[in-house]
């Protein structure tokens, strides 16, 4: 690996050269484009991102769950230099190359169920989520969309109107698409007569209230995250997607699984819904698929997926050649170093650890998530209410001590860990020591 796996702090963070290209971003760059950490990158690898001062950070975002084979991984940055020496663009409609096949295959092969299924390529996910609704609509012949509160879809027009969250996702850019409406997520943590009966008081309520309010004739589709992204890894109760899915299936509607953060290895399967032996109609995927280069893909059941009539789907950019190669790259690179079962073990070295400071610390209402992809919500001590303050410090103080990492949730309040699935034991655990150093700190 060309970056040494090490955590170096040279400056204080962000230091004098970032500080210097912050200034000029803010006189060039729209300002509704934030930053989370405002330390400019000069090179990543493996599990540490290195700035242009000098500082080496680790990694606990990966992108947002983006370079899970990590930076420029081998196999990826091979494939890509290839690639783009030979061609660049075609546009896949109008004359169609090898690797775009390849990939729709590796997806048919990958994604849960044996039944016949076909893919199509965009270039982000929102794109994905908006085509799975377009496919299922052609294929039923109905409009309404069911999501789910916490949910996160995307930014464009439609995947806002799915998005659950306002700030900072919707304020100020309705009027939203139609024929989306809300139901309650099975939410353990928060579900109000307690875990125990969430899976089956959710998924009642879910029936209910579709049924009283939409229709089911009216459904094309419902879409869910398997564990929930933005909105908090919210991990729904055993059962719970199952049962949706079954439901979908009775009443002919297209059960999508939105898989964009959690497919491709992050939870310890290549998919999440794997888990629990949930077959998605359609799935959608984005983010880990193609090692850092912008891909995304639906992917579904034949009958469904060929519903649309020629020319119905597609775009200039979906699939091009060189975010194709990379995806390849990546999957290789995830097949032969078996990083589902890295996952598994990332998550045996953290959560007993998230699960110790959880005892240590009342703030710490809840540890969850799955896989690589774990996560803190923090409340009030001796209560539930959300600590979004407390949620920033504890990022903050991380952050100044050379650890990347991500928040999330509706109300603000959780730390998310998202390491890319190629980082080191020895930096797994200095992170984890520079969070609970920010804790015994902070607290
Ligand atoms: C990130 C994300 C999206 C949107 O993907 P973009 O590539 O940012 O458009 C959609 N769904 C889920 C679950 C996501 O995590």
């Not at 009283?212 to 419902?222: C, M, T």
Request: proline share 5%.
């Amino acid at each position: 690996m060309s970056v040494a796996q090490q955590r170096l702090l040279k400056t204080s963070i962000p230091g004098p050269r970032s500080v210097e290209l912050h200034a000029r971003k803010a006189r060039a760059v729209a300002s509704g484009v934030g930053t989370m950490l405002p330390i400019y990158v000069a090179r990543a690898g493996g599990g540490i991102v290195v700035d242009v001062d000098g500082n080496q950070l680790i990694d606990f975002g990966a992108g947002i769950a983006v370079v899970s084979v990590g930076n420029a991984a081998p196999r990826v940055a091979e494939a890509v230099q290839h690639q783009v020496a030979e061609f660049t663009h075609t546009c896949f409609m109008v004359t169609p190359y090898e690797g775009y096949v390849a990939v729709a295959e590796q997806l048919n092969e990958l994604t849960p169920g044996d039944h016949e299924k076909r893919s199509a390529l965009f270039n982000s996910g929102a794109e994905a989520v908006e085509n799975a609704v377009k496919i299922a609509r052609v294929h039923t012949g109905r409009q309404a969309i069911v999501a789910f509160e916490h949910a996160y879809h995307g930014r464009t027009n439609l995947t806002m109107a799915l998005t659950a969250k306002n700030m900072p996702y919707k304020q100020g850019f309705g009027p939203f698409a139609g024929e989306v409406y809300r139901v309650p997520m099975a939410y353990p943590y928060r579900w109000p007569t307690g875990p125990e009966r969430c899976a089956h008081e959710a998924f009642a309520e879910f029936v209910a209230l579709v049924h009283a309010q939409v229709g089911e004739q009216n459904i094309a589709a419902v879409i869910i995250e398997p564990i929930q992204g933005e909105g908090g890894f919210i991990v729904p109760p055993p059962g719970f997607l199952a049962r949706v899915a079954s439901w979908c299936a009775e009443h002919g509607i297209v059960f999508v699984a939105d898989e964009i953060q959690t497919g491709f290895c992050r939870t310890g399967d290549w998919f999440a819904c794997e888990f629990e032996d949930v077959v998605p109609d359609l799935i959608t995927t984005a983010k880990g698929i193609a090692g850092g280069l912008p891909l995304a893909a639906v992917t579904g059941r034949a009958e469904i997926m060929d519903a649309v009539h020629v020319g119905g789907l597609g775009g200039t950019y979906g699939g091009n050649p060189v975010a194709c190669a990379a995806a390849l790259g990546a999957i290789e690179t995830m097949r032969a170093e078996d990083l589902g079962g890295v996952a598994r073990r990332i998550e045996a070295v953290m959560r007993p650890r998230l699960v110790a400071l959880g005892e240590k610390y009342d703030v710490v209402g809840d540890v969850r998530g799955r896989g690589a992809m774990l996560a803190v919500e923090l409340v009030v001590a001796g209560t539930k209410d959300p600590d979004p303050a407390l949620t920033a410090a504890l990022a903050a103080a991380c952050h100044q001590q050379g650890l990347i990492t991500l928040t999330a949730g509706t109300f603000g309040n959780v730390l998310r860990f998202l390491p890319p699935l190629v980082i080191g034991d020895d930096l797994l655990n200095e992170g984890l020591d520079i969070l609970e150093a920010a804790f015994a700190a902070s607290v």
